[in-house]
Each structure stands twice: as structure tokens, then as C-alpha cells.
T-cell receptor, first 115, second 113 residues
Framework: AQKVTQAQTEISVVEKEDVTLDCVYE???????LFWYKQPPSGELVFLIR??????QNEISGRYSWNFQKSTSSFNFTITASQVVDSAVYFC????????????FGTGTRLQVTL | DTAVSQTPKYLVTQMGNDKSIKCEQN?????MYWYKQDSKKFLKIMFS???????INETVPNRFSPKSPDKAHLNLHINSLELGDSAVYFC????????????FGSGTRLTVV
């Protein structure tokens, strides 16, 4: 069975602080895919990143960076110099390959960025 | 030119009624999904269809019946609505077995009163 754990329920930071959102996953598959989604107060799910299990390179996209560590089954997400617009619920998700593909989501981390 | 569109965006209805939510994608994806987000924000898959064929049915009550007339559409019909069905329902689509291009619709907030 697949499982995603986001232990941080809620995080509050002041603008310009760096913040890391943790994600730990469990799977028996050797090939799998990891995702991060952002859900702002407006409610839509915004895709941030997809990473396959064979690509352990860290990725940076502007103020966002992701650290994938297979050894600890973690896929953490860091926002550098946070901004108020980063306030949202962030979901980590795990997918298996094949026609039975489905996203297994973590419970989400609510990030509140204040001035 | 919305990629995954679902209608309606909001739905308020009484217990016992039957309602449908429609979903259409114009991305050429071959797999479509319904996810449910409960009041605690927990997201869970309900169904997936691949080329109009039901692939995943995650122990959803029989009152929920998905219908896929073609691979660009996946509708969700709910019979005898209950208070516990109140949630946000998201349609999504993806391409191929590796889940490329997972794209979500903007969600339908269903409130049963």
C-alpha cells in the first residue's frame, strides 16, 4: 500500500523567511512518481512538480526547491524568501505507474505567511 | 481554453436528491479521475477511467456512478444524496501509464442540506 505523511499540519512564518515542508512516503514499487501541489484559498489545485523515482537530482525553480532523498523516502519542499502569496495548503502526493495510476495524497500542510 | 473543466462550480441540494457533475478535458489525455476532498482537506481518489473503461473504484458507495461517454468526458452522478456527501469533488486527467500531465479541474463544491 502507498502512503504519504506530511507531519506538519500548519506552519506560520513571517515574510522573507525560508520554510521547508516535509514529505515522507511509503511504497513497495521501485518505480514511482512524487508530486507537490499548491491549493490557495481560491481552492484550485496547482501543479508544482513531478519527480520520478530514478531522478534524485534536487530541483530549483525560482524561490522553490525540492530535495528528494530515496534513502530516507523523503521529498521535501523549500520556499526561499517566502511571500504572502505563498499562503496556501501544500500537498505532497505519490503515484504508481500503470493503468491503475492514482495519486495518493498526504494530509497537506497549511502555510501561513504574514507581513 | 480551459484544460479540465467541471460544472457546476457550486451545487447546493437537499438530502435525497439526485445530482450530476460534469467534467470535460481537451488535453487529449486517456485517463480521467474523480477525487473527493472532505472538510478536513483530505484528498482521496474515487474513480479512474482509461479510454472509457473503469479502472479504479475505491470502495465508493453504489450511489455514486461515474459515466464516461468518451475519453474526453467523465461525469459523476450521485443518487439519494446524504449530508456526508458534502465535499469538494475534483476531476482530473493524465496521459499514459506514468501519469504525465496530471491536471485538475477547479473543483465542484457540493453542499447537501
Amino acid at each position: 500500500a502507498q502512503k504519504v505523511t506530511q507531519a506538519q499540519t500548519e506552519i506560520s512564518v513571517v515574510e522573507k523567511e525560508d520554510v521547508t515542508l516535509d514529505c515522507v512516503y511509503e511504497t513497495r514499487d521501485t518505480t514511482y512518481y512524487l508530486f507537490w501541489y499548491k491549493q490557495p484559498p481560491s481552492g484550485e489545485l496547482v501543479f508544482l512538480i513531478r519527480r520520478n523515482s530514478f531522478d534524485e537530482q534536487n530541483e530549483i525553480s525560482g524561490r522553490y526547491s525540492w530535495n528528494f532523498q530515496k534513502s530516507t523516502s523523503s521529498f521535501n519542499f523549500t520556499i526561499t524568501a517566502s511571500q504572502v502569496v505563498d499562503s496556501a495548503v501544500y500537498f505532497c502526493a505519490l503515484d504508481r505507474p500503470g493503468t491503475a495510476s492514482k495519486l495518493t495524497f498526504g494530509t497537506g500542510t497549511r502555510l501561513q505567511v504574514t507581513l | 481554453d480551459t484544460a479540465v473543466s467541471q460544472t457546476p462550480k457550486y451545487l447546493v441540494t437537499q438530502m435525497g436528491n439526485d445530482k450530476s457533475i460534469k467534467c470535460e478535458q481537451n488535453l487529449g489525455h486517456d485517463t480521467m479521475y474523480w477525487y473527493k476532498q472532505d472538510s478536513k482537506k483530505f484528498l482521496k481518489i474515487m474513480f479512474s477511467y482509461n479510454n472509457k473503461e473503469l479502472i479504479i473504484n475505491e470502495t465508493v458507495p453504489n450511489r455514486f456512478s461515474p459515466k464516461s461517454p468518451d475519453k474526453a468526458h467523465l461525469n459523476l452522478h450521485i443518487n439519494s444524496l446524504e449530508l456526508g456527501d458534502s465535499a469538494v469533488y475534483f476531476c482530473a486527467s493524465s496521459h499514459g501509464a506514468e501519469g504525465y500531465g496530471y491536471t485538475f479541474g477547479s473543483g465542484t463544491r457540493l453542499t447537501v442540506v
